[in-house]
């Protein structure tokens, strides 16, 4: 059975940092990108940064020059360093990964960023 369980979520006050870690199990996603989706209270999920197998990465506006996403392929993990966090970026946030046709995604993770 294929999991991605995130972890790392809470609450900081804005320009702080948080460090949001997925691990994946049931299923090798060293080939696959992967990715992660935030939520904000009653809004639509939208994606916050995807990375390839090879390391590429790309991300939404809002956050470029704050977050970082990487992974380790030996360890089937996807981590996500936010730093100067902003009350908008309060959401719960979603570990994504897409393999063999199927979209697996985590349970998510509160972030809660005060002003």
């Known amino acids: 059975q294929v999991q991605l369980v995130e972890s790392g979520g809470g609450l900081v006050q804005a320009g702080g940092s948080l460090r949001l870690s997925c691990a994946a199990t049931?299923?090798?996603?060293?080939?696959?990108?992967m990715g992660w989706y935030r939520q904000p209270p009653g809004k639509q999920r939208e994606l916050v940064a995807a990375i390839t197998s090879g390391g590429r990465s790309n991300y939404v506006d809002s956050v470029k020059g704050r977050f970082t996403i990487s992974r380790d392929n030996a360890k089937n993990t996807v981590d996500l360093q936010m730093n100067s966090l902003k009350p908008e970026d309060t959401a719960v946030y979603y570990c994504?990964?897409?393999?063999?046709?199927?979209?697996?995604w985590g349970k998510g993770t509160l972030v809660t960023v005060s002003s």
């Open positions: 994504y990964a897409p393999w063999g046709g199927v979209d697996y």
């Open positions: 049931g299923r090798s996603f060293s080939s696959n990108t």
